[in-house]
Nanobody, 123 residues
Framework: QVQLVESGGGLVQAGGSLRLSCAAS????????MEWYRQASGKQRELVAT???????NYADSVKGRFTISRDNAKNTVYLQMNSLKPEDAAVYYC?????????????????WGQGTQVTVSS
């Protein structure tokens, strides 16, 4: 069993910053890519940022230059530093991790999701 727990969401004024964290725990052999998604009210979930196990990152155009994804492999944790927040960044943010569980004979990664954390940006 693998669990992902997010934290760090909240209310911030436009132009402000927040740092989200997502910690994975449980029966983990290794973690491949880790990602942050967001879903605004009435909209589809969208990919915000990705980081591979080697540290390669990729961002949605809408957040490039403002958001930074990072990870601490020793802690099985991924972070999302969000700066210069805009009202359109408001959403529920979810982390996703591609985890190879302990005991998997074929070392196949499976996708696990966190419960989501709300980010609200006031104008």
């Amino acid at each position: 069993q693998v669990q992902l727990v997010e934290s760090g969401g909240g209310l911030v004024q436009a132009g402000g910053s927040l740092r989200l964290s997502c910690a994975a725990s449980g029966s983990i052999f290794s973690i491949n890519a880790m990602e942050w998604y967001r879903q605004a009210s009435g909209k589809q979930r969208e990919l915000v940022a990705t980081i591979t196990s080697g540290g390669t990152t990729n961002y949605a155009d809408s957040v490039k230059g403002r958001f930074t994804i990072s990870r601490d492999n020793a802690k099985n944790t991924v972070y999302l530093q969000m700066n210069s927040l805009k009202p359109e960044d408001a959403a529920v943010y979810y982390c996703n991790a591609h985890v190879v569980p302990l005991g998997d004979s074929y070392y196949l990664a499976r996708s696990y999701w966190g419960q989501g954390t709300q980010v609200t940006v006031s104008s």
